[in-house]
C-alpha cells in the first residue's frame, strides 16, 4: 500500500504534529513505468501510466473484468466518446488528468472528481480533500501538472 504522510503539509500550515495523519488508498494495484508494453514513451507516456496504473487498482482492488488498455487503446476510447479527433490515436500526444478521468469513468462507470490546485497553493482545505477521500473512497488519487503526474 502506498501512503500519504499529510503530517509535513500539515506542519507547513502550522499544526501540531498531533494533528498530522498517514492516509492512503487501500489494496492493490500494478505500476506501469515509461516502456511497458513494448512502447517507447519517455516524454509522453506520463499520464497514460499513471491511468493505467490506477485501472489495475480498479481490476485487483475491486475485480472489474476490463482489460488493462494499451496507450494506443486509451487514445482510441478517447476519440470513440467524442474528446479526440480520430488523428489523436497512434500519436505521441500526452494525456492529463481530465482525460484520464474520462477513461476511468468509461471503463469503471464511476464518475471523477477534479480538483483546481493553483501553484504552491496546497492549503488545509486541499489537505482535507486528501484525507477524507482517503477515508472514504479508498481509491488512488492522480495528481498532475504540465509536467508531471503522482499516484497517491
Known amino acids: 500500500m502506498l501512503t500519504l504522510c499529510l503530517g509535513m503539509c500539515i ?3 502550522g499544526k501540531d504534529q498531533e494533528e498530522c495523519s498517514i492516509v492512503g488508498f487501500e489494496g492493490s494495484c500494478y ?18 501510466r499513471t491511468l493505467q496504473t490506477i485501472l ?5 482492488t475491486k475485480s472489474y473484468l476490463f482489460d488493462i488498455p494499451t ?6 476510447i478517447l476519440y470513440e466518446i467524442g474528446d479526440k479527433p480520430q488523428i489523436f490515436v497512434g500519436s505521441h500526444d500526452w494525456i492529463g ?15 471523477f472528481r ?12 486541499v489537505v482535507r480533500l486528501l484525507v477524507d477521500h ?3 473512497q479508498r481509491s488512488p488519487v492522480m495528481l498532475g501538472n504540465q509536467r508531471l503526474f503522482l499516484i497517491l
Open 31 to 48: 505500476y506501469y513505468h515509461y516502456g511497458a508494453q513494448g512502447v517507447d514513451d519517455h516524454g509522453w507516456g506520463c499520464g497514460y
Open 56 to 60: 489495475s487498482w480498479y481490476k485487483l
Open 134 to 136: 482517503f477515508q472514504t
Open 71 to 76: 496507450l494506443f487503446e486509451v487514445q482510441n
Open 114 to 125: 477534479l480538483i483546481h490546485i493553483d501553484k504552491g497553493n496546497f492549503t488545509e482545505k
Open 97 to 111: 488528468t481530465y482525460e484520464c478521468g474520462l477513461v476511468i469513468q468509461y471503463l469503471t462507470k464511476h464518475d
Open 11 to 13: 506542519e507547513a500550515l
